[in-house]
């Protein structure tokens, strides 16, 4: 197979991954597409799910760190009485109560209830290591896995539209819903625990990731796209670009951006601000992104200038 004739600049290259696709699988495309292995992404999406991958390109995996820990948008369907070991489509059945009866109102009082401030216990079926191997396969070996609840917040949950349906027999109650979560919240955990909070069961049976920090899927590529675009240049948000769209930005002067070059710490211009400020140098360049919760900026990751 043929590769672009130069390696693609530094950059985020959004993508809006196909249902199918692990997140390593688009990661390996992308490094043919950009020939070059220095490619990575923000956080992962399920082979289920569809929408918003970030990925990472040459200096710009240094930004990955810091875009992982962004809120995150979804739109998904929730399936009410029905439970699968994977809490989404791709699981075994283990329960079915069925949703018979269930109104609008109950469903939205439940949602008001997995709103705000949560203790999450993640869906078993997880890449969460436990004693050093990943939940899922120990999951699958046969294992009885409780992972213990972990603080995240659902920002926003909105309920769409209701369709009741029967599957194998069981009425079941298909709900659309669109939510904005932290990061580290699983949004089928949130299924099953609506289908737990009405008495009943619940599993995704579709998930789509619009919006990862300040990339949507607005400024997101179909992969069948840049494919048809191989050995041509990547479509990629440039590093300094990148970092306006991601972090609250400081402009610095000649000598703080020399001072931050060589390695020194500069003056924070709003102590207390929380979360990485990307530093530019008067020519635009991206220098550092810096941690000014003190009134002493410390430099998180440096950028030097891009090698010839």
């Known amino acids: 197979m043929p590769t672009a004739a130069e390696p693609t600049p530094d950059g985020l290259l959004v993508v809006d991954k196909p249902g199918g696709w692990t997140s390593h699988d688009v990661v390996a495309r992308a490094r043919r597409l950009c020939a070059t292995r220095k490619v990575g992404h923000a956080g992962t999406l399920d082979p289920m799910a569809t929408g918003v991958l970030v990925l990472g390109v040459g200096r710009a995996t240094r930004l990955l760190t810091f875009l992982v820990g962004a809120d995150k948008d979804y739109t998904a369907t929730v399936r009410l009485g029905q ?64 992972l213990p609840a972990r603080p995240v917040t659902v920002s926003r949950f909105v309920i769409g539209a209701l369709r009741p349906v029967e599957v194998d027999g069981t009425p079941v109650l298909d709900v659309d819903v669109e939510v904005t979560v932290s990061s580290g919240t699983y949004v089928r955990a949130l299924a099953r625990d609506l289908g737990t909070a009405l008495v009943s069961a619940g599993h995704l049976t579709a998930l789509r990731r619009t919006r990862v920090g300040g990339f949507g899927l607005d400024v997101a590529h179909p992969l069948a796209e840049l494919e048809a675009r191989q050995g041509e240049p990547m479509p990629v948000v440039p590093l300094a670009d990148a970092a306006r769209a991601a972090f609250p930005a400081r402009s610095l002067d000649v000598a703080e951006a020399r001072s931050l070059g060589y390695g020194q710490r500069i003056a924070s211009a709003r102590p207390g601000r929380p979360g990485p400020v990307a530093a530019f140098a008067p020519d635009g360049t991206l220098v550092a992104l810096l941690d000014e919760e003190q009134d002493t900026a410390r430099s998180l990751v440096t950028f030097a200038p891009a090698s010839s």
Not at 87 to 102: K, Q, R
Not at 112 to 133: C, H, N
């Open 83 to 146: 439970g699968t070991l994977t809490d989404d489509a791709e699981g075994e059945v283990t329960s079915a109560p069925g949703a018979v009866g269930l109104e609008r109102a109950a469903v939205e009082a439940a949602v008001a209830g997995l709103t705000g401030d949560l203790e999450q216990v993640p869906s078993a079926v997880s890449a969460i290591k436990v004693k050093g191997e990943r939940a899922y396969h120990r999951v699958r070996a046969g294992e009885d896995v409780q």
